[in-house]
């Protein structure tokens, strides 16, 4: 018998809501990290400073969120004007 939209015995889990194992490996993880904080920032310290600087990139896209680029189009008719900024001290 096929799925039926509008059947209400569905036993899945309800939308939004976690999922268990997500949430322990999650939690997991982040009492491993808490630890060892002190042993991470002593090895981040001893890198050379590019592969500090790619790490620090690396680790960042997990905290800061990427932002989409943004084409800018327009009628050929009227074209965009873009004014010149000046900086005054």
Do not use: C
């Amino acid at each position: 018998m096929p799925f039926e939209k509008g059947h209400n015995l569905a036993k899945g889990r309800p939308k939004g809501s976690s999922n268990k194992s997500t949430s322990k490996v999650r939690e997991s993880f982040t009492k491993l990290l808490e630890d060892n904080l002190e042993q991470l920032k002593e090895d981040f310290s001893e890198l050379e400073p590019k592969d500090r600087i790619r790490l620090f990139m690396e680790l960042s896209k997990y905290v800061i969120p990427q932002l989409k680029s943004t084409e800018i189009t327009g009628d050929p008719e009227k074209p965009v004007n873009i004014l010149p900024i000046e900086w005054v001290d």
